[in-house]
């Protein structure tokens, strides 16, 4: 069965610093990895998509990779911010299937 | 709010009483997402619509779970003779017609059977 696992389930880093997150996933590689954030109590939100044929994607402070020979996606926040504290989500998904998430990895940024 | 919405925002029943939830979609989405996530753990699909025709069900959605969504609009979940184990957050997404493309998801439903 396809699996994705966030190797953290929590991360605390310095506020200017670089976060990074793991996403490994098992078994055939997913069309495609989707991240989310999602704050208590709420719904995730998307962040970014990547495709398996895209090797990194960019939104301003964010950056995703895609490593199909580690089968493996690296979330980055740059510059990071108290702000950006909350639990990160990946999930996969292949041309019609359902997204399969992952734990989530919560993420705190101290000031 | 154009935004995907659901209600009631939070339930707390008897076990054994049947419950309800309602999800209202972002109105130009054709695809309709349910998933259930408890403490700890990622949104777990539970199933999903295009227009009004349910196309796939998850092995966790028990004989006692069922989904509509008549009019290919809104959609409704029912649990029918709660269990403890059925408390969890209930979320919806909604999505336009390609199943690759980002979900917007509404704020849940927190319930809690006691």
């Known amino acids: 069965s396809q699996k994705i696992e966030q190797n953290s389930e929590a991360l605390n880093i310095q506020e200017g610093k670089t976060a990074t997150l793991t996403c490994n996933y098992t078994?055939?590689?997913?069309?495609?990895l989707q991240w989310y954030r999602q704050d208590p109590g709420r719904g995730p939100v998307f962040l970014l998509l990547?495709?398996?044929?895209?090797k990194e994607k960019r939104k301003e402070r964010l950056k995703v990779t895609f490593d199909t020979t580690l089968k493996q996606s690296l979330f980055h926040i740059t510059a990071s911010q108290p702000a950006d504290s909350a639990t990160y989500l990946c999930?996969?998904?292949?041309?019609?299937?359902?997204?399969?998430f992952g734990k989530g990895t919560r993420l705190s940024v101290i000031a | 709010d154009t935004g995907v919405s659901q209600d009631p925002r939070h339930k707390i029943t008897k076990r054994g009483q049947n419950v309800t939830f309602r999800c209202d979609p972002i109105?130009?989405?054709?695809?309709l997402y349910w998933y259930r996530q408890t403490l700890g753990q990622g949104p777990e699909f539970l199933t999903y619509?295009?227009?009004?025709?349910?196309?796939?069900k998850s092995r966790l959605l028990s004989d006692r779970f069922s989904a509509e969504r008549p009019k290919g609009s809104f959609s409704t979940l029912e649990i029918q003779r709660t269990e403890q184990g059925d408390s969890a957050m209930y979320l919806c997404?909604?999505?336009?017609?390609?199943?690759?493309?980002?979900?917007?998801f509404g704020p849940g439903t927190r319930l809690t059977v006691l």
């Open positions: 109105s130009e989405h054709n695809r």
């Open positions: 990547i495709r398996e044929n895209e």
């Open positions: 619509f295009q227009n009004e025709a349910q196309l796939e």
């Open positions: 078994n055939y590689s997913p069309a495609y």
């Open positions: 997404a909604s999505t336009r017609d390609r199943g690759n493309d980002e979900q917007f």
């Open positions: 999930a996969r998904n292949s041309g019609n299937t359902p997204l399969v």
